[in-house]
């Protein structure tokens, strides 16, 4: 292709003009190609814009075309430097296509980007605050959130948000501030957070980040981004700090501590080089043998730990099936969780529908 065309902008090749003296004079490109003592591949190359002229060939053409160097220079460079002005238009045009598939109200709420309208400035902003050159680097499904890419249900809009907001997690526990991680401290936590369960959020939540910060844990607690579709993720920055990120898209209590005593499960498996990600539709993640394990010991480490396995095993067996709100708020009393978090388990494991009346005992938190 001898020119280049992308809305106003055109780049003529040099084997533009080339092609335009073959056509006046009425010669072959054959023929041409002896003048110029070259191959007629060579010429086929230059006229069809697949190849650069050489100074070698600047000085041939001068002669043969009776013009000067200079001209064909000045071809030569006026071709580069307006492919490289298209080349950056379209760079640009797709980095605002990509960028409209952000929620950039999210980020300006935060506080992390500055507020405009203009999209370019958006792209620079949002650019700069992942960390990347390009916005199409959120859309690998490789990238941050490992994606299988035969999952048609997973969509690049999917793909580019769930990045951006592990992103985003990541920057801000880079910013915090904790103490190296300790596991045995950690260990040692679990029963008071495990207590916190029946506190108000207001209470809670402030001895929460702190004692976790002690245990060299980073707590991010995100808003929900639209499109995004992660739950919550586990990255550790280094051998010594731990990011554990939940997002509050649902609000229920019960959503909530599984939530994070299924990524502190995650944080004390300790797979320091594994970026540890919960979605929402687990079936879109790309997960290799080691993968689901770690995800089941999570989920068998928070239902225990929330409700002890012997103690939920003898309600169920005692209830027969027929789970009324005075059994759940006595037994919720007996383990001291709140009686929606026996109601969750009981709609995670088939025996209450998530229609059920029962839902009543569910309450939902304002945190941060």
Known sequence: MNKIEYQELIAFHPGYYVKDYIDEQGITQEELA???????????????GRINLTDEMVLKLSIVFGTSTKLWLNLNQKYIEKKLEIEKRIRIDQECELAKKLDYKFWVELGLVKATRAT??????????????????LSQRDFLVQYRTSVSEVTDVNVINANAWVQTAINLGTQR??????????????????????QNPKDFYPRLKELLANCGVVLVLLPNLKNCGVNGAVKWLGKEKDVLVLNDRRKYADTFWFALFHELGHVLQQRIKVLLVSEIKKAGLETDELI??????????????LIPKAEYDDFVMMCNRNFTAEAIRGFAAKINVLPGIVVGRLQHDGYLTNQTTLNSLKIKYVIG
């Open 34 to 48: 002896k003048r110029l003592q070259t191959t007629p591949k060579y010429i086929s190359d230059l006229v069809n």
């Open 120 to 137: 370019t400035e958006k792209v620079q902003e949002l650019q700069r605050y992942f960390k990347v050159s390009s916005l199409s680097v």
């Open 177 to 198: 501030n904790v103490e190296p991680f300790n596991k045995k401290k950690l260990l040692e936590a679990i029963p008071e957070i495990r207590d916190m369960t029946v």
């Open 292 to 305: 689901q394990r770690l995800e089941a010991e999570a989920d068998t480490f928070s239902q225990n730990t």
